[in-house]
């Protein structure tokens, strides 16, 4: 068994300025490993409490949205994967001696290859290269819906939503269709993506655990299909997916990455082209499936565009446009139930916010509900009004944050907007439908996940 010492300074403080439930940072861990001494990146220690107010709210989120000169900075999904590769490393027994290969200092990660600079450099995430994707990923959407939605009365929309949304990732970032291998890494990455926003505390039964022996399979997975992309590089293949551009990536000296470096990456990638998308789809589902007025209004705009076009014709940049109401139903949708619901920062220097100092060096969460729902700029918070992002209404810097904001903004907005769009377009063209449990528990701890994976009830329109 993995033994863990912890040594913890925690601080517990509360304020009554904030209406509902938020996470409070309060501490800082620091562990050590007792099989190898690795130390294993202080991190915050955050618990539930009614009524904290903490980073959050339009000058919170001035505070953990600045970088550089400013007092916070980011800490992306490099950092928090480094650390759990880390982790995988020194906890896996037997296995450690075949994923030495896989560790990387998180340091390493962060600052010799951003993940943002290499999704963004050959342009993969603007909307000009992903034009050239629509079309494909509405072809890999339409085939899902026929294979695991239509003929069917009931099904579960989390789990089919996320089998969509991997194939999507692993057919645009690392240039793959094999369904085997992608079934076979669905489990994978829902441990990974839990254990990314747990405490890491490793030994067996912990989701921290679980999170790092899937890391694990997932890099063990990915390493075949580096050498596999590499030999086609070799041969002359093209380079058309992220995967590609990221083994031809170099340092400012003009190095490439290792393999576990570019394992990393994109692990980090995958997880966030995932869940995240999956979760906005299926929290869509939930709340339209109880709004018969707004199911309405979008099967109207998407009938618009779909008896626009000739028969079996695939989806264009232009029909992405026409989808404006819903585009703003998936931004109440994100409003009231953000995929991401915050994220950690550190404190570069000391500074006090809301009378609280914060020590240099330590994580901050920051969330995103709580800002999203300032009754200030969302009268009527809890209600879904689409209407609230018509033409010509905009709304204050760092007052809507599902992706962030700032220079950390998520760069696969745009990515996500058109997945997105290009489910809704099949679903609601094919279906209406119900929720069967509208009361259904929302769980996870910082990422919302249906308890009973949303079954609902499908009405097909041919019927
Ligand atoms: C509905 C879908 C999505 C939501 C709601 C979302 C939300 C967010 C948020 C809130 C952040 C900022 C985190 C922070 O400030 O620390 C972020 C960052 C990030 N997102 Fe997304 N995201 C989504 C989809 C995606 C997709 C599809 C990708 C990849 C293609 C992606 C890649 C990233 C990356 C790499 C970062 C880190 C950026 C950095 O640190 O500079 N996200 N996302």
Known sequence: ???????????LSSCNRCPSTSWLAVGSVKMQCSWTGNGINPIVLFVELRDPSFLHGQEGDEH???????????????????????????????????????????????????????????????PEALVRYLGKMDSITRKQMQTYWEGKDEV?????????????????????????????????????TLGMHSIPLSFPGTTFYRATKAAAAICKELGIVIREKRARMAEGEQAQDILSHTILATDPSGNHMTEAEIAGKI??????????????????????????????????EQTEVA???????????????????????????????????GAFREALTDFTYAGYTIPKGWKIYWTVSTTNKNPKYFPDPENIDPSRYDDGKAFPPFTFVPFGAGPGMCPGKEYARLAILTFVHNVVTRFKWEVVFPEEKIGGDMMPIPEKGLPIRLQSHSC
């Open 267 to 300: 692990m980090g990638l995958l997880v966030a082209g995932y869940s995240q998308v999956a979760t906005a789809m299926t929290f869509f589902m939930k709340y339209v499936g109880q709004r018969p007025d707004i199911y309405a209004k979008i099967l109207t």
């Open 64 to 126: 953990s949205f600045s970088k550089g000169h400013t007092r916070v900075q980011n800490m992306g999904v490099d950092l928090v994967v480094g650390q759990m590769m880390v982790a995988s490393s020194s906890t896996l027994g037997d296995h450690s001696d075949k994923i030495e290969s896989l560790r990387v200092p998180p340091v390493l990660q962060r600052t010799r290859f951003s993940t943002h600079e290499i999704i963004s450099s050959p342009g993969f995430l603007k």
């Open 1 to 11: 068994m993995v033994k863990c010492t912890a040594a913890m300074e925690v601080v």
């Open 307 to 341: 008896t626009a076009k000739k028969e079996g014709e695939l989806l264009d940049w232009d029909d992405i446009q026409k989808m404006k109401y819903s585009w703003n139903v998936i931004y109440e949708v994100m409003r009231l139930t953000p995929p991401i619901q």
């Open 156 to 192: 579960k929309a989390f789990p089919l939503a996320k089998t969509l949304t991997l194939s999507l990732a692993c057919r645009f970032f690392l240039g793959s269709d094999d369904p085997e291998r992608i079934a076979r890494l669905v489990s994978n990455f829902d441990d990974v």
